[in-house]
């Protein structure tokens, strides 16, 4: 059985050559004036399909047999993955079916769309998207794509990881002092830790969740994959995942520490990105930006890494928060 590794996440920067974007690490003089700090952002907002997930999606449905393409693909997603498995499908000439929750918002269901793919709408509340997907993927004979726990999935997302790297050293920010991410099943930030722990063992990674959503903060105390309490709700769609995933967790045990952030806090990192960095980043990709702004992250005389790991936002939620309409409930 395969293994995540670092020499997978390796394989996989070679696999989605050509395919995935090398997105650029971003510096802003503004942030860096506002937080004395140097901060370096990995803009995964410009990827394929708006998000990180087609770094892992790409590397996993790339290695199916013709055979396996031909029988076509399932995915459960409340949105990014679902645009990045429709994505990728599209490009190996595969099917895919994708579960959603019917509070997806429109524009990643949309996205899934117009990417090919066939939408299934369940509810989270009363529904289980593992269990839909198991039965569509049994039914159809199709590949199941899972979210984060699969492990190409997760050396797919650690290139992220390498690539911060590489140009953080380019950029003479190395060694670099931190690195923030967003975490919610843990895959991107579990592909990360296999990079940072090969190449750059010492620099802490932090991981940033909602305040309310906090399964990785409360699994690690524990020592257990645990989920969190029933929770108002957040503005961040892509982080609402109910407890780390099983093949992430003993990766991600790895990291220094959890923050948390309010929908207020990460409404003003939204914000902060639309109206300095000129930037559109979703909610759930803003977080590790929001740790940053709210002192949560110490950053002065420091060279920080973050990443912003998503741009699909509901338009009409993006309106209401860069014009200050916004009102938060977690």
Known sequence: MHTASFSGVQDAARQIAGHAVRTPLIESPALNERVGGRVLMKAETLQVAGAFKFRGAFNRISRLTP????????????????????????????????????????VKVDGVIAFGGE?????????????????IAASRGSVLVRPFDDPFVIEGQGT?????????????????????????????????????????PHVPVIAVEPRHYNDMQLSIAAGQRVTYAPAPGTICDALMTDRPGELTFPINRRVDRVETVSDAEVAEAVRYAFHTLKLVVEPGGAVSLAAVLAGKVETRGRA??????????????????IEDRFTPVA
């Open 67 to 106: 055979d396996e393409l031909k029988r076509g693909v399932v995915a459960y997603s409340s949105g990014n993955h679902a645009q990045a498995v429709a994505c990728a499908a599209r490009l190996m000439g595969a099917r895919a079916v994708i579960v959603m929750p019917a509070d997806s918002p429109k």
């Open 119 to 135: 939408v299934r709408m369940y509810d989270r509340y009363t529904e289980s998207r593992e269990a839909i997907g198991e039965e």
């Open 160 to 200: 992220t990881g390498l690539e911060i790297i590489e140009q953080a050293k380019a950029a003479g920010a190395a060694p670099l002092d931190q690195l923030v991410c967003g975490a919610s099943g843990g895959g991107l930030i579990a592909g990360i830790n296999l990079a940072m722990a090969a190449l750059a």
């Open 304 to 321: 920080t890494a973050l990443v912003l790991s998503g741009g699909n936002v509901d338009p009409a939620l993006f309106a209401a928060i």
